[in-house]
């Protein structure tokens, strides 16, 4: 399936017509106000029937050449529009298309909770008290939750994982042989925000979350789903404690992440990458296959495959040493001159 609301965790809402939604999100139907549209969707990947924005100037080509039944935009940008395209005009572009989003895409909500015999694979699988399963749920053989865990609607968790209490998994596929420690959220709305008159509007968060087989994460740790896209951890990667995954994050396979480290949305991880501890990762970034990540690494820029980076902001580790180097002699030449003048 392709990037886009699951029909297992999103239900879609009645069409309307452009103009009708137009005046439902505050703004203008510039033309095309009788066309029917039914979803969102971004720019590159718009279909028949999808309303996209254009947020940023610097997309001004992908505007000219996206197939989206409507576009969302700036009242200077609306003469790059495709022109079989119906266009809404408004300040706030991407605040109107979250506004929209709400419209079209419901999240299925855990109304009830369903009896073991409706998700489980066979009756080798194991749920403790307080087990709370959603609709539409599956679990495969030889898996095992833990008291208090809550499984969302449309969850699929593969074969022979462990699942440990108090977990909450929603908007995810699960693989085989997956370790969900204590705590572990998984497929909590990622965190996105867009500027309005009115403050801060919430971009609804229309993905899932991907694990693969093997993958373990640790209690307490975050993995949030994707904006549009999934989020994805690849095979055998293993995750400590207290880590955060943002949105639409694509991490490799065997891949490990110490206690406290953060990705920010959008950043895609190679294979065998390590995070020392508390490691944190702008957004937007590619981390190469085979890097190292030290611990306490701030890193704001991309890092190139098999190099290690340390310090704040992280740079290539001879590099950091080498100024580590210099600044404690210039530190220990200016203490030992100051010494002297007493």
């Not at 139907?29 to 100037?57: K, N, T, W």
């Not at 709305?189 to 509007?201: D, E, I, L, N, W």
């Not at 989020?231 to 943002?246: A, F, P, Q, R, S």
Request: contains cysteine.
């Amino acid at each position: 399936m392709g990037p886009g609301p699951d029909p297992r965790f999103f239900e879609p809402l009645p069409a309307m017509t452009v103009a009708a939604l137009a005046e439902c999100i505050g703004a203008e139907a510039l033309r095309g106000g009788d066309r029917m549209v039914s979803a969102v969707a971004p720019l590159a990947i718009a279909g028949e029937g999808d309303v996209a924005f254009l947020g940023d100037r610097r997309f001004l080509d992908a505007l000219s050449t996206t197939r989206a039944a409507c576009v969302i935009v700036s009242a200077s940008a609306a003469e790059a529009a495709p022109p079989d395209a119906a266009v809404i005009v408004t300040g706030e572009t991407q605040a109107a298309w979250a506004r929209a989003s709400l419209l079209f895409h419901r999240t299925i909500a855990l109304t009830r909770s369903v009896t073991p015999a409706e998700v489980v694979e066979d009756d080798t699988v194991v749920l403790e008290p307080g087990v709370v399963l959603g609709a539409g749920a599956r679990i495969g053989r030889g898996t095992r939750v833990g008291a208090n865990t809550v499984i969302g609607p449309g969850v699929h968790i593969g074969r022979d994982c462990v699942i440990g209490s108090n977990v909450t998994v929603g908007f995810a596929l699960i693989g085989d042989r997956v370790r969900l420690l204590a705590g572990a959220r998984i497929g909590e709305p990622g965190f996105g925000a867009a500027g309005s008159r009115t403050g801060p509007v919430d971009v609804p968060q229309l993905g899932r979350v991907i694990l693969q087989d093997g993958v373990s994460v640790g209690a307490n740790s975050c993995i949030d789903r994707g904006a549009y896209a999934d989020t994805v951890i690849g095979e055998n990667t293993k995750i400590d404690n207290l880590v955060m995954i943002g949105h639409n994050c694509v991490i490799g396979r065997n891949c490990l992440m110490a206690a406290n480290t953060g990705i920010s949305g959008s950043v895609t991880v190679g294979d065998n990458v390590i995070f020392g501890g508390k490691a944190g990762v702008g957004d937007h970034l590619t981390i190469g296959e085979g890097a190292r990540v030290a611990a306490g690494a701030g890193v704001l820029q991309d890092i190139p495959a098999g190099e290690t980076w340390s310090g704040y902001p992280a740079k290539p580790l001879r590099q950091f040493l080498r100024e580590a180097i210099w600044l404690a002699k210039q530190a220990s030449g200016k203490a030992r001159k100051e010494s002297r003048n007493d």
